[in-house]
């Protein structure tokens, strides 16, 4: 079964720097199984309901300022999963929640800048799904986590990220 992380994405810079961060990251999921796609529930991306990235090209979002421009410049051009993302929705809606598939919408900072580390070649298909912010139950998402749970013995990893301040 893949493995479920969740990494505190921090300073932006992390995406470009070899640092104790990024060296935890790459330790931490060192030895994992390759996965068939990647999942990243994005602190950045808090909207009311549930949305999934279903762009034919996800945007690399620079959804920050102040950096060099060396960070401004970085891309992370992963193919989108849409057959997870049609998978998670099918599931989702089956457990009666309301799915809106986003063409818009793409990587954010938090996302990929930690793919870039753990991935750097951008060979693993990726969506992201929003942060429901209409939603505070501990259970709620428990009960979203667990129907997704069988994915992940299809080789979805599951990545939350997002901070303290998140």
Request: proline share 5%; with cysteine.
């Amino acid at each position: 079964m893949t493995p479920v992380f969740f990494f505190s994405h921090g300073s932006p810079m992390n995406a470009i720097e070899n640092n104790i961060f990024t060296q935890d990251w790459q330790a931490l999921y060192r030895g994992t199984i390759t996965p068939s796609a990647i999942v990243v529930f994005s602190a950045h991306w808090h909207v009311p309901g549930i949305r999934i990235t279903t762009a034919k090209k996800l945007k690399t979002l620079h959804d920050f300022g102040g950096c060099p421009e060396a960070l401004m410049q970085q891309q992370y051009p992963a193919a989108t999963a849409i057959d997870t993302a049609n998978k998670i929705s099918a599931i989702l809606k089956d457990q009666g929640h309301t799915i809106i598939h986003d063409e818009n919408w793409g990587l954010d900072h938090g996302s990929w800048a930690v793919l870039k580390q753990l991935h750097p070649n951008a060979d693993i298909p990726v969506i992201q799904i929003s942060l429901d912010r209409s939603q505070s139950s501990l259970q709620w998402h428990y009960e979203l986590a667990a129907a997704l749970k069988p994915l992940r013995n299809e080789g979805v990893l599951f990545i939350g990220r997002g901070g303290i301040v998140h």
